[in-house]
């Protein structure tokens, strides 16, 4: 079954602390993975993708495909990190996302 | 460029009444969905379609339906709303379906169904 799995309904921690949202996926093909955020009354949008191998405000994102893992991390929160995350799976051409269920990071001052 | 467009963004039914949600988008995207965000649930998919004309069910698609007669446009329908549809709506497209391709999210709409 192809699925995707975010643990943590909220994870807060203090600014400059590191972050890290869990991603773990079930797939049994290539995986095509993205992180979309969605800030406060703002709407869902990309953060980065596994295949841009990319940093995106300090983020990075590692495929680890004997884990299954496809973790968010940042060195040092910010207070503008806060936000609902969203890790995604694109599991064919079709346009079709399967997400988790969201992380909200909640980062205190 | 609007990008993705959502109407209305409230939306209060009682059980029983049907309704369209409207979603437009001025991209050219051949690809176009529907989900529905819950709580701890994540977003879950409705209905897709990959051209106009041509669409597909999702993950969740009892109790709506979906025509794609332009390019442009992607409305969802209400048939006969019932409690459990209470949810946030989110229409979102993207330029084609292969893997990398990012897709766009309209602003949502919040429906209750009382």
């Known amino acids: 079954a192809q699925r995707v799995t975010q643990p943590e309904k909220l994870l807060s921690v203090f600014k400059g602390a590191p972050v890290e949202l869990k991603c773990n996926y079930s797939?049994?093909?290539?995986?095509?993975l993205f992180w979309y955020v969605q800030y406060s009354r703002q709407r869902l949008q990309l953060l980065l993708r596994?295949?841009s191998r990319e940093s995106i405000k300090g983020f990075t994102a590692d495929l680890n495909k004997g884990e299954t893992s496809f973790h968010l991390k940042k060195p040092f929160a910010q207070e503008e990190d806060s936000a609902m995350y969203y890790c995604?799976?694109?599991?064919?051409?079709?346009?079709?996302?399967?997400f988790g269920q969201g992380t909200t990071l909640q980062v205190k001052p | 460029n609007a990008g993705v467009t959502q109407t209305p963004k409230f939306q209060v039914l009682k059980t029983g009444q049907s309704m369209t949600l409207q979603c437009a988008q001025d991209?050219?995207?051949?690809?176009m969905s529907w989900y529905r965000q819950d709580p701890g649930m994540g977003l879950r998919l409705i209905h897709y379609?990959?051209?106009?004309?041509?669409?597909d069910q999702g993950e969740v698609p009892n109790g709506y339906n979906v025509s794609r007669s332009t390019t442009e446009d992607f409305p969802l329908r209400l048939l006969s709303a019932a409690p459990s549809q209470t949810s946030v709506y989110f229409c979102?497209?993207?330029?084609?379906?292969?893997?990398?391709?990012?897709?766009?999210f309209g602003p949502g709409t919040r429906l209750t169904v009382t």
């Open positions: 979102a497209s993207s330029y084609g379906g292969g893997r990398t391709y990012e897709q766009y």
């Open positions: 797939y049994s093909g290539s995986p095509e």
């Open positions: 596994h295949i």
């Open positions: 995604a799976l694109n599991p064919g051409n079709t346009g079709k996302l399967i």
């Open positions: 991209m050219n995207h051949e690809y």
């Open positions: 379609s990959v051209g106009a004309g041509i669409t």
